[in-house]
T-cell receptor, first 111, second 115 residues
Framework: DAKTTQPNSMESNEEEPVHLPCNHS???????IHWYRQLPSQGPEYVIH???SNVNNRMASLAIAEDRKSSTLILHRATLRDAAVYYC????????????FGGGTRLMVKP | KAGVTQTPRYLIKTRGQQVTLSCSPI?????VSWYQQTPGQGLQFLFE???????NKGNFPGRFSGRQFSNSRSEMNVSTLELGDSALYLC??????????????FGPGTRLTVT
């Protein structure tokens, strides 16, 4: 599986935008970029995914570099509830449901 | 729609014992995956079941096993428990067996402590 690299931790102020980076320089052409997050004392939850184009949903936006070697998860206005570990994961389209988690980024949100 | 449920939520066992954990997927979901989460190793894939068949297996010893029933509920078993098996065990369900376009839904986990 192609690997992803994320910063160990990031800090943000409440109600400010947050940009969480992910490097995936060995991504293959059929790999989708998925983001999950894990709130304290909970299982991971899906956030967003994309292939080539930027994507938006009610939780976040995903910006994908033109060469697809990196991506950025954007939380437009961080709230205290967004404090979590964010995981960037590559998924091949026909590779089954196995998710390969890296270390993720621990996001701390200050009031 | 009810989410993924896992029972029990907390469990304390002694070294050498065995344990069975249960997972009920979201109604209609036929794929169930299991993960182990520890502070040292992070989240690691254990195995996946679809329609009562194991589809994929992670790099864990044979002491870790699982099964899926015809109603898609799944159980995992760990025999001859070791201290290192202390972890949060997470179950995830999905409506399909594969495909990057489909998200997985995780349960709250079972916290296993081995003493």
């Amino acid at each position: 599986d192609a690997k992803t690299t994320q910063p160990n931790s990031m800090e943000s102020n409440e109600e400010e935008p947050v940009h969480l980076p992910c490097n995936h320089s060995t991504i293959s052409g059929t790999d989708y970029i998925h983001w999950y997050r894990q709130l304290p004392s909970q299982g991971p939850e899906y956030v967003i995914h994309g292939l080539t184009s930027n994507v938006n949903n009610r939780m976040a936006s995903l910006a994908i570099a033109e060469d697809r070697k990196s991506s950025t998860l954007i939380l437009h206005r961080a709230t205290l509830r967004d404090a979590a570990v964010y995981y960037c994961i590559l998924r091949a389209n026909n590779a089954g449901n196995m998710l390969t988690f890296g270390g993720g980024t621990r996001l701390m949100v200050k009031p | 729609k009810a989410g993924v449920t896992q029972t029990p939520r907390y469990l304390i066992k002694t070294r050498g014992q065995q344990v069975t954990l249960s997972c009920s997927p979201i109604s209609g979901h036929r794929s169930v995956s299991w993960y182990q989460q520890t502070p040292g190793q992070g989240l690691q894939f254990l195995f996946e079941y679809f329609s009562e068949t194991q589809r994929n297996k992670g790099n864990f010893p044979g002491r870790f096993s699982g099964r899926q029933f015809s109603n898609s509920r799944s159980e995992m078993n760990v025999s001859t428990l070791e201290l290192g098996d202390s972890a949060l065990y997470l179950c995830a369900s999905s409506s399909v067996t594969s495909g990057s376009l489909h998200e997985q839904y995780f349960g709250p986990g079972t916290r296993l402590t081995v003493t």
